[in-house]
């Protein structure tokens, strides 16, 4: 059995990192609320935007000619890999990189063995990750889940974008969390380039604007090579918006996680400690007892 001592060293422990999670839950908690308004505001912007992209371009023959449309024979990939930082956000980054190395594993595995995929990290846990595992690591936004803003993220998109139309890349996917609520992150991979076609689905209710014929001004080539490149970086973006949301609302359930952890450990070790404590006043007890027994005698 420990000894006294010991049992109130690992209390004293076990109470100053409940401490430190309960303050940690209340930061994350705090940054959430303001992720959570970024991403809820960027949702219908992107949504609007990328459903503007699909019913201008649907008869459009020059969206057929766009750069970030080309279909090649699939030899180069990068995969952009949404983690963060910092740990201590449960299975967050740990379901993002093993997504990725799945993906990989299953669709561009023959691609891989010859060191045609590379890993463009956004979040250092990501870029720590894949060097480990001796993928091509490409670190120069690693910093820009740190220090967010879509002028950061812009340049990753538009770093992507430049490779894909030079040729140094014929696919490149994105892999990030989802954001559903604080206790679900749903991990997602999205191809960014080439630029997948979508139908436009046919609604009872809504307005036939996908045949509807539109005025172009200035010209509907410059319209459409404005508003593919636009479409594309906000895709980006809100997949890191997603990310951060999904970031605290992991870190906010584990820290509260571990508080009650800790406050079942402190009851536990109260309870060893009370034990300790009243089998030695027990045994001193008996010593005294004994003691003036043989006195007695």
């Known amino acids: 059995m420990a000894s006294l001592k010991e049992v109130r060293s690992r209390i004293s422990s076990v109470s100053s990192t409940q ?15 303001r992720a959570q308004d970024n991403i809820i505001q960027m949702r219908p912007y992107a949504q609007k935007l990328s459903e503007m992209l699909g019913t201008v371009s649907a008869g459009a023959d020059v969206a057929a000619e766009s750069p970030y449309k080309t279909v090649r024979p699939v030899e180069r990939i990068l995969m952009i890999v ?5 740990g201590l956000c449960g299975a967050f980054n740990t379901n993002v990189v093993k997504a990725a190395l799945t993906r990989i594993s299953e669709q561009y595995a023959s691609q891989q063995s010859r060191g045609n995929v ?11 990750a894949f060097a480990r ?20 993220v812009r340049l990753a998109a ?44 046919p609604s009872t209710t809504a307005t036939p604007t996908a ?14 090579a404005e508003l593919i490149p636009k479409s594309l ?6 997949a890191v918006l997603e990310s951060n949301a999904s970031e605290h609302g992991a870190r906010m359930t584990a820290m509260d996680k571990a508080t009650e ?31 003036a027994e043989a006195l007695a005698k």
């Open 133 to 152: 595992r001796g993928f091509k690591v490409n670190r120069e936004f690693v910093d820009s889940f740190a220090k967010l803003s879509f002028a950061n």
């Open 118 to 128: 590379e890993i463009m990290a956004i979040g250092k846990k990501g870029a720590e």
């Open 261 to 291: 952890n800790a406050g079942e450990l402190l009851k536990e070790l109260r309870l060893v400690y009370n034990r300790t404590r009243q089998a030695a006043i027990t045994k001193e007890i008996l010593e005294i007892v004994g003691g």
């Open 82 to 86: 949404i983690t963060s930082d910092r």
């Open 211 to 224: 045949n509807a014929n539109y005025s172009f001004e200035p010209s509907e080539e410059a319209i459409l």
């Open 19 to 33: 401490q430190i999670t309960k303050a940690m839950k209340m930061v994350a908690a705090a940054k959430l609320r």
């Open 158 to 201: 538009e770093s992507a974008m430049a490779s894909f139309v030079a040729g140094q890349y014929d696919v490149v996917e994105v892999v990030y969390n989802e954001f559903k609520n604080v206790v679900t992150q749903v991990v997602r991979s999205m191809q960014m380039l080439p630029i997948v076609s979508t139908a436009v689905t």
């Open 233 to 238: 970086k906000i895709q980006l973006y809100k």
